[in-house]
């Protein structure tokens, strides 16, 4: 009850701001430049657009924009926090549909409980809906080679799933020859420790292929 009610007074106070915002006069004012990206985002934004290249790529995107709660008992409070939250990177299928995401590591995260269960909640949310969450951290010269990131990344991915609109079950995110939903046994991530944690690219690249090619040994070229 607490939660819901901070919920709605943020969405009061963003009613408010939006309203006087309507109201006020630009002319006049001046403005500067920030940057809306680091340079550490770039290098990653970069990484993966390469890796994907043929799918789209977005940066920052709430989880609003491509989540809507399709079972909850407090609605309203289910869409204000899918407002609030964020992923770092999205992968999109050519039709909009997205894939899986991917976040940067705060390394700050273990030692502070509220992002700690923030972050949990996160990917508890991202894994309802099928979409795997994965924890970018390091650097860029120990990770895989793009084009060999996208391969594995692909490879958990049921085919049906990766680029036609039928191959996503409206109701769970995936079909029935998609991720389980006991922890996506299906393609393999239940070797990788407990269902609701995020993934590393060094634990991805870890589990073996689906002809059973290990992938731990594939660095990206220097």
Known sequence: MVLLLVLL?????????RSSASTYDIRGDMFARSAPISDEQIVMLQ???????????????RLSHFLTPRKSRQRQAAMLRLAEEQVDFLICRQDGKPLFAFDIDIAKAANDKLLKRDMADKNRILKTAGIRLVRLKGAPANWPA???????????????AQGHPSGFDAASGF???GFAPSGYTNSGFATAGAPSNPMGLSTIMGLPNEDGTPW???RKRS
């Open 9 to 17: 007074w943020r969405a009061l106070r963003g009613a408010r701001a």
């Open 47 to 61: 990484y993966l657009q390469a890796a994907f290249s043929e799918e789209g790529v977005l940066f920052r995107p």
């Open 146 to 160: 793009p084009q060999v990131l996208r391969l594995r990344m692909m490879d958990m991915v049921p085919a049906a």
């Open 175 to 177: 079909g029935t020859s």
């Open 216 to 218: 731990g040994g594939v």
